[in-house]
């Protein structure tokens, strides 16, 4: 079955840029959204942003100024850049393929939730 | 900006009692669009229900979901040892194009 690996560095200097790549295995990239979503020390999730396997994102409005998601279809694989991090960046960062069916016919969709996650990868922003 | 507000923050029960967890959103959400994770310390989430009722691939049926509009609910009919954990709702497609509650922690009396 598909899983999801992420990968990088474990810490990054504040005000530098952090990346992640999430490799998927298992399966083909294609015809599918990829989310990334944090979960800070102790507190809740929060998703970052997602990317279709053709390039569209959609960003957290939040974040949107610092955050670059990009995929890699002949790597199988998807990235995450956030830029400008501060010590709030901390976080375990998660990817989940997020199953989202579009319906040609009206442009419409049907959600079938984050249905694979990666083990998630933690992040420390220090210097 | 739609808001997904859980409640209660806690729930204390013991395994065999039935947990009742409560997601209401600031505004309307299609229950299309409306998603129920769990998350144990030190692991992922797994997706148990989406589309506010149906119940993901492996998920036992003691998981149900119900709700419309702004009010959904996640009830856990028997309480087995291995469901004390983190619960969170989820909603796509408003914005932010996808939006987490806070969770709700269960945990053993």
């Known amino acids: 079955q598909v899983q999801l690996q992420e990968s990088g560095p474990g810490l990054v200097k504040p005000s530098e840029t952090l990346s992640l790549t999430c490799t998927v295995s298992?399966?083909?990239?294609?015809?599918?959204?990829w989310s990334w979503i944090r979960q800070p020390p102790g507190k809740g999730l929060e998703w970052i942003g997602y990317i279709y396997y053709s390039g569209s994102t959609n960003y957290n409005p939040s974040l949107k100024s610092r955050v670059t998601i990009s995929v890699d279809t002949s790597k199988n694989q998807f990235s995450l850049k956030l830029s400008s991090v501060t010590a709030a960046d901390t976080a375990v960062y998660y990817c989940?393929?997020?199953?989202?069916?579009?319906?040609?016919?009206?442009?419409?969709?049907?959600?079938?939730?984050?249905?694979?996650w990666g083990q998630g990868t933690t992040v420390t922003v220090s210097s | 900006e739609i808001v997904l507000t859980q409640s209660p923050g806690t729930l204390s029960l013991s395994p065999g009692e039935r947990a009742t967890l409560s997601c209401r959103a600031s505004q309307s959400v299609s229950s299309s669009y409306l998603a129920w994770y769990q998350q144990k310390p030190g692991q992922a989430p797994r997706l148990l229900i989406y589309?506010?009722?149906s119940r993901a691939t492996g998920i036992p049926d003691r998981f149900s979901g119900s709700g419309s509009g702004t009010d959904f609910t996640l009830t856990i009919s028997r309480l087995e040892p291995e469901d004390f954990a983190v619960y969170y709702c989820?909603?796509?497609?408003?914005?932010?194009?996808?939006?987490f509650g806070q969770g709700t922690k269960v945990e053993i009396k």
């Open positions: 989940a393929r997020d199953l989202v069916v579009v319906v040609a016919a009206t442009g419409g969709y049907y959600y079938y939730g984050m249905d694979v």
């Open positions: 589309g506010a009722s």
């Open positions: 298992g399966g083909s990239i294609s015809s599918y959204y």
């Open positions: 989820q909603q796509y497609g408003s914005s932010p194009r996808e939006t």
